[in-house]
């Protein structure tokens, strides 16, 4: 209840896994069939970055500042997105902007400032539910969609010692109850213990066809920083462990400096 994403809203991880997720939706609307996105921890949904919350952290100056300073053609699509939408659009907005009138999204936030401000922001949109709920509780309600297709995007703050187990039972049970639908969760990398410890335990749940995304800013040896993150995708779409590897170096090659230990991984821990 405490995180507050106004504070890092636009960081090199807001663009690592928007840009993803906007490869993710296209992929979905690909086909005419209508689609169900659930955002189960949606935040505010836009975000000034000169306010004083933003300003604060600053760290969109080595996030979407820098993307935007050094445009990649494989980040067209979504910096197109975020210059089109205004305000730093944040996962919400991202999502909006790719429905299509068959298409529909429900954003659980249990903040009530942030809540509050996505009920603004969506009020006469008949596409968009807004919830003011636990995003783990919703993976139990929500799903399976009556469209029999779609996207559930988990971006946890990762305020607890115990997230990453959190994590890993939500996908756990949310795959028990849209098995074909394609799942992408965001997390955290400072030590690779604990990352691997949480790939380990998805393992054992026995679900199949898992690909994790990884960006490194530098080495992975201060756990007290953020030196990396991650996306992990269940039922991943056709050729997406490629398309991910080209967006993660185009955006590294964006926002980073250089520093020792950085990089990329593309890592298949369960086959199809």
């Not at 400032?113 to 709920?133: I, K, T, Y």
């Not at 992990?232 to 980073?256: D, K, S």
Request: proline fraction near 6%; aromatic fraction near 8%.
């Amino acid at each position: 209840m405490n995180y507050r994403h106004a504070y890092h809203a636009g960081n090199f991880a807001d663009c690592f896994k928007h840009a993803l997720l906007v490869d993710l939706l296209d992929w979905l609307a690909r086909k005419p069939a209508g689609f169900f996105v659930l955002d189960t921890h949606a935040g505010a949904g836009r975000y000034d970055l000169n306010a004083p919350e933003a300003q604060r952290t600053d760290e969109a100056a080595r996030g979407i500042r820098r993307l935007i300073a050094r445009p990649s053609p494989v980040l067209d699509r979504y910096l197109g997105l975020v210059a089109r939408l205004g305000l730093y659009p944040g996962s919400p907005a991202l999502i909006r902007a790719v429905l299509r009138e068959n298409d529909r999204m429900a954003c659980c936030e249990l903040h009530p400032a942030d809540s509050s401000a996505l009920r603004g922001q969506f009020r006469h949109d008949r596409s968009v539910a807004v919830h003011e709920r636990s995003g783990w509780e919703a993976l139990g309600a929500l799903i399976p969609p009556k469209e029999n297709r779609g996207l559930v995007f988990i971006d946890p703050p990762f305020e607890s010692r115990d997230e990453f187990f959190t994590l890993a039972g939500g996908l756990c049970q949310g795959h028990g109850r849209f098995g074909h639908g394609i799942f992408a969760a965001w997390y955290p990398i400072k030590q690779m213990a604990t990352v691997r410890g949480f790939h380990a335990t998805l393992a054992q749940c026995g679900i199949r066809d898992i690909v994790a995304v990884e960006l490194y800013v530098r080495a992975t040896t201060d756990p007290g920083r953020l030196n990396g993150c991650g996306l992990l995708a269940i039922n991943p779409p056709y050729q997406f462990e490629a398309r991910a590897r080209a967006i993660a170096t185009a955006v590294l090659e964006g926002v980073g400096d250089g520093e020792p230990g950085a990089g990329i991984s593309v890592i298949r821990l369960a086959d199809e």
